[in-house]
């Protein structure tokens, strides 16, 4: 089983611009025992918009969020 290793929680607030969003990266493990790269965004309060991407591995999701953040 795939245990999570990579949770990123990004928000951005601009009270001038009615600006509040959230940007989520996590690693999960799916059902079926591959790791899923779950990817979520939009405004604060709300459910947001969710993406999923399977990878046969952890690392190679995990890979797969740091080159998303940027790291």
Do not use: T
Not at 7 to 21: G, K, M, P
Not at 22 to 51: H, N
């Amino acid at each position: 089983m795939v245990e999570p290793k990579i949770h990123i929680v990004l928000q951005r607030r601009d009270c001038a611009r009615n600006v509040a969003r959230f940007y989520v990266l996590a690693v999960e493990p799916s059902l079926y025992g591959d790791a899923a790269l779950v990817r979520a965004w939009g405004r604060i309060g709300s459910l947001g918009r969710p993406r999923l991407d399977l990878y046969a591995s952890a690392g190679e999701a995990g890979e797969a969020a740091r080159g998303l953040a940027g790291a």
